[in-house]
T-cell receptor, first 111, second 118 residues
């Protein structure tokens, strides 16, 4: 079983739609969680951290469910510019705290 | 530009040749990571440094791969006797550990070095 699992998609949605991605992780000791965005042939860039209480940044909302070991990302009012791959990232709190990435979920927003 | 810098951006090499990539992290960051990414996959962890110490190395990293960070600043990743399967994007990232707080900041990535082995 992969340490971090995501549905690769693609998710095809029209502009203005609301779309949600989930990500599951296997290491219950994980303590830090992030969503990164990656455009085609570019480096990953931090979209937002995911806090235990959940957090919101404009149209983006991230949630963490420790009991079920999953993280979610909700995008409201999708824009064409939201088309990208969204990477779920998990870091443990023990050992050497490497960042573990999911395979990414591809989002395509169409006019 | 004060972000993570990687050189070269692109490298084409013949199978069997050695290649070396360089990464200059954000100056105040003490952690440096190397990842490899192929098409349609997320970045795969290769190795990481805390200052000059290499703390973890993936089993994905064969004996042909070696990484160094001699002065705790820039890092190099060398691949010896390259194989076609080594073709990928090699990404470097850096982050800062907040001493005594058991947490660290998010990792910031460089633009990567795209390796093509022919």
């Amino acid at each position: 079983r992969k340490e971090v699992e995501q549905d690769p998609g693609p998710f095809n949605v029209p502009e203005g739609a609301t779309v949600a991605f989930n990500c599951t992780y296997s290491n219950s000791a994980s303590q830090s969680f992030f969503w990164y965005r990656q455009d085609c042939r570019k480096e990953p860039k931090l979209l937002m951290s995911v806090y235990s209480s959940g957090n919101e940044d404009g149209r983006f909302t991230a949630q963490l469910n420790r009991a079920s070991q999953y993280i979610s990302l909700l995008i409201r009012d999708s824009k064409l510019s939201d088309s990208a791959t969204y990477l779920c990232v998990v870091r443990g709190n023990t050992g050497f705290q490497k960042l573990v990435f999911g395979t990414g979920t591809r989002l395509l927003v169409s006019p | 530009d004060t972000g993570v810098s990687q050189n070269p951006r692109h490298k084409i090499t013949k199978r069997g040749q050695n290649v070396t990539f360089r990464c200059d992290p954000i100056s105040e960051h003490n952690r440096l990571y190397w990842y490899r990414q192929t098409l349609g996959q997320g970045p795969e962890f290769l190795t990481y440094f805390q200052n000059e110490a290499q703390l973890e190395k993936s089993r994905l990293l064969s004996d042909r791969f070696s990484a160094e960070r001699p002065k705790g600043s820039f890092s190099t990743l060398e691949i010896q006797r390259t194989e076609q399967g080594d073709s990928a994007m090699y990404l470097c990232a850096s982050s800062a550990e907040l001493q005594g707080q058991g947490m660290n900041t998010e990792a910031f990535f460089g633009q990567g070095t795209r390796l093509t082995v022919v």
